[in-house]
């Protein structure tokens, strides 16, 4: 933005003048538009401005993405046609990077159209970080609103948030932000809200914008005034020299003069609020070449108080007068009075209003809203955690506690996540609160040694570990602050942690002993598994020749325990769960615990009494679990049989279940993409193929369904839960009859009417949780009346529109051609003719294809690298890892 200009200011006036030449290129580098609810990493040129939007999608992680309707697409610029609802959580907020200390105009659309069909205009209040903005109350759905500020961000980034108040889902349609001088739009306080912008000698009704004017402001007509006339010259923005404010050519290009030659021109107002302040922008420039024996000079007056003397406006170049400091009243009444040596009437070509908002709640200092953002990702935290971290005040979040020191921007001094179902270790950016007082993490999950890095904060004087999982020893520091009486430290029921080292460590001991020859089966199996893995441990350097090897690779590390399978005494089991301690899940046959052997999680699944199918059965079970081993099913690495104690012990899948990521319950943070959607349902989809092809005799699962699929830490799926397994007699035809089992939505119809089990079942429960995956939605929709998830896709495939299947919160982010394969293979796999069903090999084939496609589109768009291709061409050839079945 170079350019030179000279800048006078009269401050013994309340107002002030600008008129000063400059020259400047137009190009977008200080704007950022966005499109709200746009296809994610959509761009594209608005047609009538020229102005480049951008998808929402990097700059907020919540709502929905909607259209409004296309009727009022033809009235509106594109950018609106979208737009973003948020009907969960009080608070969304939008995060957008800028550049502290520079003066933005920030505008926000609306437009309703009716997008959510019931035309129930809702009302909510818009915020800019902690600060109240304004209220949008949407009073016609075909309209628009669109505030504006001028505003000076003082953190790096600014947040805009929407604010559910009770009356009605909050929404956006669009978001500009616009870099403006440093030395424009100067107040003694606040920030400037737009009241009005007006081209007052307009007649063509029209309004402004980009690329006529250069700061992107909007300028539009006034409503008409009979007591107005106007004039009009033709200037084109390269003869106008312009000032540091800018007015549009075009706009400056008309002007308003009172019909009345020797009457005053008013320009007046009565504002909402006598209190609120104002200031004002008068823009002139002379459109008339004006005789040796004519003048053209007013004084300009506000509410009688002289606001400029003698305005003399120049030909063709713009002069400003401004406010210095705001006006207020009942009544804003500016005259333009000619002075006695005018020959010639005012003009007014154009003119700004505005009105102070005070911002006065600070932001949170940036060092402690950067460092508890880190620790809301890296927690997953799932409270409504966003916006300002300290404001405004009823919408502190949740756990934390601030100091507020006047001018001061706030800090955290407290940070409260007891109870919150955390996991995994605590991030290092905790040291990075600097104020903080009390950290309380108590009744979770978390794990690892008790980091060093706490004893860094300085002011910390309550730290309540209790009830983790923590290990090893306490660091020495925390423990002598304790001593010493700075510090609350409270460390109980964390049963791997001691207080100083060395650590006894003869807990763990007592359940490392095998006991491995009570199960005959056992000992053989030890041997077959040992050897396997040293088998493969010698064969992955060799490269992928040995194709006709039945175990070709293993191509990711493997993170399940690597132990082998052991029986379990029941006290070792209350050992290895701390007496049950975290609950990890509940399901129809028991509770499932979170346990350690040595220092590796793992679950355990209690049976549950009512459950449990006697001795017999159980040793069956277990027996037959132990035969399969696949990557895509969960390992059983021991159990448990002493009595009615029956458990089962398998490895730990870090993110859960998948029904919990696809409906948004639980400690999930990441969102899953249509390419780890896919992944996930090959990978489930291999898991069963395993069972069905890989296993002598053949498994049924009988209760596939999202909650008996779990994800590991890369989002990798695995089938769980074989308790309702049961082998299938080879030698007497295709079916066995027994009860009917499972779950309703995923139970085979066919079964249930004729209780005959086949592999045909499974695909069935599949084809259920394939469109889970597609759509997010549950099995059973509870609308009015229960409806499969099934026909309501059915009802949706007739009018072609992919993107109202697949989850809206993908945004339409995915290539539709491999979604509609899913939608079709899903629908297949549903068929209620069981010979009309794919195997669960087509299955795999076909999502293979799917997810190849997908691949091949996020690969183009340099989203990724081409790995992922590889490992699709891989897998698609490969035999899978299944050393004991086949
Ligand atoms: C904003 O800046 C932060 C670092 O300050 C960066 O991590 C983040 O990706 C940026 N966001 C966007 C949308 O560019
Ligand atoms: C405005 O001021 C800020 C902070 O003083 C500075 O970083 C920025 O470069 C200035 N912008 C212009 C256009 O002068
Ligand atoms: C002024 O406006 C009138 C009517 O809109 C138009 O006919 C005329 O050409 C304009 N004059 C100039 C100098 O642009
Ligand atoms: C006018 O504004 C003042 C200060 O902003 C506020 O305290 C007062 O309640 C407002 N009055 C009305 C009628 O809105
Ligand atoms: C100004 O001068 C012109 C001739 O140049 C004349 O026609 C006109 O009447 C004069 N107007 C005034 C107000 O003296
Ligand atoms: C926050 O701090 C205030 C003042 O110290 C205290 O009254 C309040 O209970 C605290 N709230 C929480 C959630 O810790
Ligand atoms: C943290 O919150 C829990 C309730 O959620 C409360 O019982 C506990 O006292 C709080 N801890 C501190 C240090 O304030
Ligand atoms: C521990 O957290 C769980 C939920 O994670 C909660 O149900 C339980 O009441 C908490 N226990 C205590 C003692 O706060």
């Known amino acids: ?328 009243g009942e009544k804003i009444s500016f005259l333009l009075q000619r002075t006695h040596k005018s020959t010639l009437p005012p003009i007014l070509n154009a003119i700004e209003v505005y009105t102070i908002k005070d911002f006065s709640q600070s932001e949170t200092e940036q060092g402690d809203v950067d460092a508890i953002t880190t620790i809301k990702f890296s927690f997953g935290v799932t409270r409504n955690w966003q916006g300002d971290p300290c404001g405004p005040l009823n919408y502190i979040w949740e756990g934390l506690n601030c100091t507020y020191n006047g001018q001061n921007s706030p800090r955290i001094t407290a940070l409260n996540l007891s109870s919150s179902g955390l996991t995994g270790q605590i991030d290092p950016s905790i040291t990075k609160l600097t104020m903080l007082e009390k950290l309380d993490l108590s009744n979770n999950s978390l794990n690892g040694p008790v980091p060093d890095f706490l004893s860094q904060l300085q002011n910390l004087k309550i730290l309540n570990l209790q009830n983790n999982n923590f290990i090893g020893a306490l660091p020495t520091d925390l423990v002598e602050k304790s001593k010493k009486g700075s510090l609350l430290l409270s460390v109980g029921q964390n049963p791997y942690l001691c207080e100083s080292p060395p650590c006894n460590k003869k807990k763990k001991n007592n359940i490392i002993i095998p006991v491995v020859a009570s199960v005959g089966g056992v000992l053989i199996l030890v041997v077959a598994t040992a050897t396997l893995f040293l088998t493969l441990k010698r064969r992955k350097p060799r490269g992928p020749l040995e194709t006709s090897q039945r175990v070709e690779k293993i191509e990711e590390k493997d993170t399940s325990l690597q132990v082998i399978n052991r029986q379990y005494s029941y006290s070792d089991v209350l050992n290895m769960t701390n007496n049950f301690n975290t609950i990890l899940g509940k399901g129809g046959f028991g509770t499932v615990y979170l346990g350690y052997i040595e220092e590796t999680p793992v679950a355990v699944k209690m049976l549950s009494l009512s459950s449990a199918q006697g001795y017999q059965q159980f040793q069956a079970e277990v027996k037959l679990l132990m035969r399969v081993h696949h990557k895509n099913l969960t390992s059983l690495t021991g159990y448990c049989n002493e009595e009615t104690n029956m458990g089962l012990i398998y490895e730990y899948m870090a993110k859960g279940n998948l029904q919990d990521y696809l409906s948004g319950n639980g400690s999930r943070s990441k969102f899953l993409t249509w390419e780890d959607r896919l992944w996930i349902a090959l990978d489930a989809a291999q898991g069963l193929e395993y069972l069905h092809n890989g296993c002598k005799p053949p498994i049924i699962h009988r209760d596939v369904k999202s909650s008996n699929i779990l994800l590991n830490e890369n989002f990798r799926a695995k089938v769980a839960d074989f308790g309702l397994s049961k082998i299938i007699p080879t030698d007497d035809g295709t079916h066995v009859s027994t009860v009917v089992v499972g779950t309703p939505g995923y139970i085979d119809p066919e079964y249930s009417i004729t209780n005959r089990l086949t592999e045909k079942s499974d695909v069935f429960s599949f084809g259920a949780v394939l469109f889970e995956i597609i759509t997010s939605l549950p099995v059973i929709l509870r609308t009015h009346e229960k409806i499969h998830i099934s026909d309501w896709v059915n009802s949706l495939v007739a009018k072609g529109n992919i993107r109202a299947i697949v989850d809206p919160r993908l945004n339409g982010d995915f290539d539709s051609s491999s979604a509609w394969r899913a939608v079709e293979m899903a629908t297949t796999c549903v068929s209620s003719n069981p010979n009309g069903r794919p195997t669960m090999s087509e299955v795999v084939n076909e999502l293979k294809e799917c997810l190849a496609i997908e691949v091949a589109r996020t690969k183009n768009n340099g989203a990724d690298t081409g790995e992922a291709v590889e490992l699709v061409s891989l897998n698609m050839t490969s035999t899978e890892y299944s050393p004991l079945a086949r």
């Not at 929905?64 to 697409?73: A, C, D, K």
């Not at 970080?129 to 953190?155: A, C, F, M, R, Y």
């Not at 106008?240 to 008013?266: D, F, G, R």
């Not at 504002?271 to 004084?299: G, I, W």
């Open 1 to 328: 933005m170079g350019m030179s200009k000279s800048f006078f200011c009269f401050s013994f006036l309340v107002g002030c003048l600008v008129f000063a030449v400059l020259v400047q290129s137009q190009d977008q580098s200080g704007f950022i538009s966005i499109d709200c609810g746009a296809p994610a990493k959509s761009a594209y040129t608005e047609e009538t401005t020229g102005i480049q939007y951008i998808s929402d999608e990097k700059f907020i992680n919540s709502g929905v993405g909607n259209s409004i309707t296309s009727e009022l697409q033809n009235k509106y610029k594109r950018q609106v046609w979208t737009l973003r609802s948020f009907p969960q959580g009080t608070r969304n907020c939008y995060r957008i990077n800028i550049t502290s200390g520079s003066k933005y105009l920030i505008r926000a659309n609306f437009v309703y159209g009716n997008y959510d069909g019931p035309n129930r205009l809702p009302k909510f209040d818009l915020h800019l970080g902690p600060n109240l903005w304004q209220t949008v109350k949407i009073t016609n759905p075909s309209g628009e609103v669109d505030p504006e500020i001028i505003h000076v961000p003082s953190l790096d980034h600014i947040q805009i948030c929407l604010v559910d108040t009770g009356s009605g889902t909050p929404f956006i349609s669009a978001i500009d932000l616009r870099t403006l001088m440093n030395d424009t739009y100067v107040t003694q306080f606040g920030s400037l809200s737009l009241h009005s912008r007006l081209d007052l000698g307009s007649t063509s009704k029209k309004t402004y914008r980009y690329s006529d004017d250069d700061y992107d402001r909007s300028w539009s007509a006034p409503a008409y005034n009979p007591n107005w006339a106007q004039i009009n010259a033709s200037i084109s923005s390269d003869s106008l020299a312009q000032n540091v404010y800018k007015p549009a050519a075009i706009v400056m290009s008309t002007a308003a003069t009172p019909v009345n030659e020797i009457a005053p021109m008013e320009v007046s107002w009565a504002p909402e609020n006598a209190s609120d302040q104002f200031y004002v922008y008068m823009h002139f420039a002379e459109l008339r070449v004006l005789e040796k024996n004519q003048t053209r000079s007013f004084d300009i007056t506000v509410n009688g108080d002289l606001f400029y003397a003698d305005v003399v406006p120049k030909y063709r170049s713009t002069n400003t007068v401004f406010s210095k400091k705001a006006t207020s």
